[in-house]
């Protein structure tokens, strides 16, 4: 009887145990976490087929070599099983990284130059991000993240309308391009492989044929113009409707788990 009674007890802890045990893990499991909850990010975790190495470590030529998500960092991407191309970090946002292409995916096409609408469209309609299996997204940059990227993070596209410069961080002047130069150069991942910026601190230029630069997903409200970053070191503005001056570098959104560094 004693032993059928103290089987009888330790069924109901056991049950009771169970409960509180089973109602702390729901209860864990709907603590909000990056973009989602600790479930989503367990069963990613443990789900993990879609989890793959596709981003491999380059250099941290303007990045932090003690921190392979720095700002700057460059990597090769295989944004499909049989195509890559290299990309720099340009923003981490949680467990979600963006790297902006070294150069503009319409170079050497017949589509080297075009208006900022087709350039919105190039990255979204023209089969880029189905063909681009391996990313969860792919745009234009964000005129912010390019500000931000250079350590300006006290400018705000909204409230601004003047062009400055990417290295000095100072608006624009009127003295010629080479005002926007430093002897660091730091930030040339940022506007390398552009027409003519050899002459500004690029190390290559790419000739007649290539586009000025490249136009941002942002366009200037209540204006027909949006932002751009040009061969000339300089964030700025274009006309939506120009179609001769500017190119499309897209950014890529991949998880911090698709990066890796080889040992």
């Known amino acids: 009887m004693k032993n059928n009674l103290k089987l009888f007890i330790g069924i109901l802890i056991g049950i009771a145990t169970t409960g509180v045990v089973y109602a702390a893990t729901t209860a864990a499991e709907s603590i909000s976490y990056g973009n989602g909850t600790v479930k989503d990010a367990l069963d990613y975790l443990y789900g993990a087929p879609q989890i793959q190495k596709i981003c491999e470590y380059q250099d941290s030529t303007y990045g932090d070599s003690n921190n392979i998500y720095s700002i700057g960092t460059k990597y090769k991407c295989y944004v499909n099983s049989n195509q890559f191309y290299y ?22 096409t017949n589509q080297t130059t075009m208006s900022w609408a087709n350039a919105m469209k190039y990255v979204k309609d023209n089969n880029l991000k189905s063909s681009w299996s391996n990313v969860l997204d792919i745009n234009l940059p964000s005129v912010q993240d390019i500000a931000n990227a250079v350590g300006n993070e006290n400018w705000n596209a909204a409230a601004n309308s003047d062009w400055w410069c990417l290295e000095t961080k100072t608006k624009d002047q009127p003295s010629g391009p080479k005002y926007c130069l430093n002897n660091t150069t730091t930030k040339l991942w940022l506007w390398d492989n552009t027409r003519e910026c050899q002459d500004w601190g690029c190390s290559n230029n790419l000739g007649s044929t290539e586009a000025y630069g490249y136009w941002t ?34 950014v890529i959104t991949v998880l911090k788990a698709n990066l890796y560094k080889n040992n």
């Open 87 to 108: 990309f720099y970090v340009l923003a981490v946002n949680n467990e979600q990284v963006e790297l902006i292409m070294d150069r503009n995916i319409t170079q050497n």
């Open 217 to 250: 997903r942002d366009a200037i409200t209540g204006t027909s113009n949006a932002w751009i970053v040009n061969g000339l070191a300089q964030i700025g503005y274009d006309a939506t409707s120009n179609t001769s001056n500017r190119g499309v570098r897209p």
